[in-house]
């Protein structure tokens, strides 16, 4: 929360002195909760590891021992036991009837008091009002949001008035190198439809 309002105190022309008691806290040792541990929520588990990150992870399918091992990944059968547990609460599922405000007053409830939320799904995973008055009564500490619901944010949101809160514009691929990767997928499943070959990134119905 500190880099936001740090940044804007660095360039303001009104700036004299910088603060000493801005502190913010340690990622490493921390516990991450990442909640739906796919393909992407591994990646984070890989990159958090490296971080010396304590990874609790919640799931429909629990991943392979080996899977878990290689992180250093601890499975939580039940969503609860991880959101009382952990520093960092990560949502990274896909939005579905299930997963529609999965995150609410209750959740909230559950995690602790110095705990941040981040969000890098999608925005109809949390409910929006609840967040909203656990960061106004500080029943979390922080939200970090790259997705919300809608996109943009009306202009008179309360989540943007609020400043123990970072959101940005669903960025989290934003970069040249991978909406290029993003473009060459594309086409390559489009040439297979087209030339009657196996769809490289087909999509099953479950």
């Known amino acids: 929360m500190y880099l936001h309002a740090g940044c804007r105190v660095a360039v303001s022309p009104d700036t004299k002195y910088f603060a000493v008691d801005w502190l ?3 990622v490493s040792r921390a516990t991450l909760g ?7 929520g591994y990646k984070v588990a890989q990159r958090a590891k490296a971080f010396n990150m ?13 899977e878990e091992e290689a992180v250093g990944a601890h499975y939580c059968a039940k969503m609860e036991d991880l959101l009382q547990q952990s520093d960092f ?7 579905t009837p299930e997963t529609h405000k999965l995150i609410g007053k209750k959740e909230l409830g559950l995690m602790k008091p ?5 969000n890098i799904s999608r925005g109809a995973v949390i409910d929006q009002d609840a967040l909203v008055e656990a960061l106004q009564n500080k029943v979390i500490r922080a939200a970090a949001l790259d997705v919300t619901y809608p996109e943009p944010l009306p202009r008179d949101h309360p989540l943007l008035n609020l400043n123990n809160i970072i959101i ?7 970069t040249v ?6 473009a060459e997928e594309a086409i390559a499943n489009m040439l297979a439809v087209l030339n009657g070959q196996p769809i490289p990134s087909e999509v099953l119905p479950k």
Do not use: D, W
Request: hydrophobic share 45%; glycine share 8%.
């Open 168 to 174: 940005t514009p669903h960025i989290g691929t934003a």
């Open 89 to 95: 609460v990560m949502l990274v599922v896909n939005l």
């Open 177 to 182: 190198q991978a909406i290029r990767m993003m």
């Open 24 to 26: 913010g806290v340690e």
């Open 114 to 118: 110095t705990a941040t939320l981040i």
């Open 34 to 40: 990442i909640i739906g541990m796919g393909s992407i």
């Open 54 to 66: 304590r990874i609790l992870y919640h799931n429909r399918n629990r991943r392979r021992k080996e």
